[in-house]
């Protein structure tokens, strides 16, 4: 007692800030520390250097996390911290170095999917993305297509196939593709025993390898920013889709940000009744942690917007790039609170 009675007072006498709010954010970087440890080990074994620095910096990031505290609320920031700082700075950089030298450049987008699988689901606790989901399905609905045939292209862990999997009546089939074998064993393992989704591993910058006219539904959600050559792809889409089919796609515009999905989010809760608010509550405490390691991860994305290797586009690049396609857009309207385009386009009569 003694012990705890000094340290509290030690981190009050030595930082000015309250000691057991310290404590409690110490408490709460433990697990992510710990997992952290676990996933550089697992990376260090696979010498998957883009995933150990990842990690390192997440680990380095939970050590550090009480001081964060410290630097905004009270005084006296530790040397060692400063030291943390330096030494993700030369880890980061020397790993770096040493990947660009051995792999050449970091292109195959693959891993980092494989990487952000991991906490992937944990957007899926988020309303506005269920509403994408749903809106996304909307369309497919308003546009009367009857004996589905639907492609889904970059599906991730199948969220989009879990939610629809109930309207498929006999003859419909869902393929969804993806390049991240990680994505795809997790949507494996939710929808087991379904006979009308086939899950395959396939790389949408490469041809679509499907036959001519074999869909007449695809939907993409949050996958063309990611795509190497956006008009190709959506020319592969035109290829495999029906004359009278559809395209609903999902992106994010060029002025996207985060915060306003979590607003959304949170708005949404605040209008449902008290028993089901206090439950989405709950959840997105249990799903914190991997969100804020997703953020790290859309951060990544949204670096990669400046250096152009990942594409937000304006409202006329969108429809320009569909219309160069061969696409006919039939509706363009703003979702997932208001931070991407959906889009629902049919191909041309030529
Ligand atoms: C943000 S996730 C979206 C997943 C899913 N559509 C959803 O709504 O949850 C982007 C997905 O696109 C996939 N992806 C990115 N580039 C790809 C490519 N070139 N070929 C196939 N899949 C790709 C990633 O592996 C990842 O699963």
Redesign the pocket.
Known sequence: MEFVKNFLTGIEANYSVNPWIFVIIYILSIVPCWMSIYFIIKYSAKRNIGGLILWIIILIFFLYTPYIYVYYFGENIPKSVHLYIILIILITSALSIVNLFHKGKIKN??RF?NIYATVYDSISSLLPYQQVLDDIINKIKENNQTNIKLLDA????G??EKKYIDRCNGNDSIFA????TT?LRRANRKLKISPCVNFKR????DHLDFNTEQFNVIVS???LY??DNPLSFLNECKKVLTTNGIIVLSTPHDENKVLPVLIEHFKIINEKKLIKKIILYLNFLLNAIPLLIVSFMNLYITIGSVTNKHKFFKKTEITELFNLAGFNIVDISRVYADQNWLIVAKKKNI
């Open positions: 987008s693959s999917w970059g599906c991730g862990t969220n989009f593709i993806d390049n991240s994505m396939v790389n949408l910058n959600n949050n996958v990611d795509i």
